[in-house]
């Protein structure tokens, strides 16, 4: 069985503990994830042989985050070290009608920070056979773009298959306009051969708004 490749950032989670708010909260449970990470662990735990790349900086918040995926399987020796510190976010999870909440913390993280040239590809695909990003990735910055945009051409060279998950996330895009947006989830999508995504992601990235279909209800 061939390798499979995901790319993307893995952060650490804080947490209050069960449905408590962040203004009720006198400790965090911590967690290490990210919707491309665990796709790699998801297909690790199938015994399907999966490697996860990334950027991290080299201390030990970053050495925490390769310890939990290297215990679930996951492959870490395709990774890059660099910058100083691993995005964050808070989750406070709802309850009946309160709808959870989001806080993110990563900017000028080390993901932020990578950019093409960085990750030697070539190396990174021998003997892969898919190669999974998601929608995530180009949001956090123009630089992770780049090196996005840079993988899926190395793997469509390469013949490898490639697929990704839109997830938009209106909190993240951030450094660019709409339009840009488009033009940058437009252009990496044509390499892919698997696209997967709802109503919202069709509208937020490429502008096809489903008739009938409000995205905001």
Same mark, same amino acid.
């Given at each position: 069985?061939?390798?499979?490749?995901?790319f993307?950032e893995?952060m650490?989670?804080l %947490?209050?503990?069960?449905f408590?708010?962040?203004s009720? /909260?006198n #400790?965090f449970?911590?967690v290490y =994830?990210g @919707?491309?990470?665990?796709?790699?662990?998801?297909?690790?735990n199938?015994?399907v042989p999966?490697d996860?790349v990334t950027?991290?900086?080299?201390?030990?918040?970053?050495e925490?985050a390769?310890?939990?995926l290297?215990k679930?399987?996951?492959g870490?020796d395709?990774?890059?070290?660099?910058?100083?510190r691993l995005?964050i976010?808070?989750?406070e999870?709802?309850a009946? %009608?309160?709808?959870?909440?989001?806080?993110?913390?990563? /900017?000028? #993280?080390?993901?932020?920070e990578? =950019?093409? @040239?960085m990750v030697?590809?070539?190396?990174?695909?021998?003997g892969?056979g898919?190669f999974?990003?998601?929608?995530?990735?180009?949001?956090i910055s123009?630089g992770?773009?780049?090196?996005c945009l840079e993988?899926?051409?190395?793997?469509?060279?390469?013949g490898?298959t490639?697929?990704t998950?839109l997830?938009?996330?209106a909190?993240?895009w951030?450094?660019?306009?709409?339009a840009?947006r488009?033009?940058?989830m437009?252009e990496?999508?044509?390499?892919?051969?698997?696209v997967? =995504?709802?109503e919202e992601?069709a509208?937020?990235?490429f502008?096809?708004?489903?008739?009938g279909?409000?995205?905001?209800t």
């Amino acid at each position: 069985m061939k390798r499979v490749v995901t790319f993307g950032e893995i952060m650490l989670r804080l %947490s209050p503990e069960g449905f408590l708010r962040f203004s009720q /909260a006198n #400790s965090f449970e911590v967690v290490y =994830g990210g @919707g491309e990470s665990n796709v790699a662990v998801s297909l690790a735990n199938y015994g399907v042989p999966v490697d996860f790349v990334t950027r991290l900086p080299k201390n030990d918040i970053g050495e925490c985050a390769l310890m939990e995926l290297r215990k679930r399987g996951v492959g870490m020796d395709k990774i890059i070290h660099g910058g100083d510190r691993l995005g964050i976010y808070f989750l406070e999870t709802g309850a009946v %009608s309160r709808g959870s909440k989001v806080v993110y913390d990563r /900017a000028h #993280s080390a993901m932020a920070e990578i =950019g093409p @040239g960085m990750v030697d590809w070539d190396k990174v695909f021998e003997g892969a056979g898919w190669f999974h990003w998601t929608g995530i990735t180009p949001a956090i910055s123009q630089g992770a773009a780049d090196a996005c945009l840079e993988a899926v051409k190395a793997a469509s060279e390469k013949g490898i298959t490639i697929s990704t998950d839109l997830n938009y996330r209106a909190k993240l895009w951030k450094y660019c306009d709409d339009a840009k947006r488009e033009e940058i989830m437009s252009e990496l999508t044509s390499y892919c051969d698997v696209v997967l =995504g709802n109503e919202e992601d069709a509208e937020k990235h490429f502008g096809i708004k489903p008739a009938g279909l409000d995205i905001t209800t």
